[in-house]
């Protein structure tokens, strides 16, 4: 049974891991340093603002990251969206596939774009774009 799991790799996994630390770590140093007095309380509380938002969001893009793919079968596709619930596919709900260089766009049949994957990022892009073919699925450049 051919299955082909869609994850694209990024080199930014790594350092938004250590920027969320880098965060998490600074707000937890603020908040013990509030006791002792030794930073005025205005710029305390734009530090902690500060620091809590940039904990958030580099959490928020390093669970995009990590959570999110398609994994293309021989009964259907299975997508896991970056938040919510996990939904299957039909491959008579994609409309189109689209190429550009070496540079990938999937579409559902409203129109909406599925995914971006190209070559670079994506370790079997290639045998992807063969399998959905393969199911019918129309190519255009």
């Known amino acids: 049974m051919n299955q082909y799991k869609l994850k694209k790799s990024s080199p930014l996994t790594g350092i938004l891991a250590a920027l969320l630390a880098l965060a998490v770590i600074r707000f937890l140093f603020v908040v013990l340093t509030i006791s002792s007095r030794e930073i005025p309380v205005g710029m305390t509380v ?49 409309q ?6 070496r540079s990938y766009i999937l579409y559902t049949l409203d129109g909406k774009k599925l995914v971006t994957f190209d070559d ?22």
């Open 120 to 141: 670079f990022r994506t370790d079997n892009a290639s045998e992807i774009v063969a399998f959905l073919k393969s199911k019918g699925i129309k190519a255009e450049i």
């Open 46 to 94: 734009i530090l902690l603002v500060v620091y809590g938002i940039a904990a958030v969001v580099f959490l928020i893009l390093l669970l995009r990251i990590r959570r999110s793919h398609l994994i293309f079968s021989e009964n259907g596709i299975v997508y896991t969206p970056p938040f919510g619930d996990v939904k299957n596919l039909a491959y008579s709900d994609l």
């Open 96 to 101: 189109k596939l689209s190429m550009g260089g």
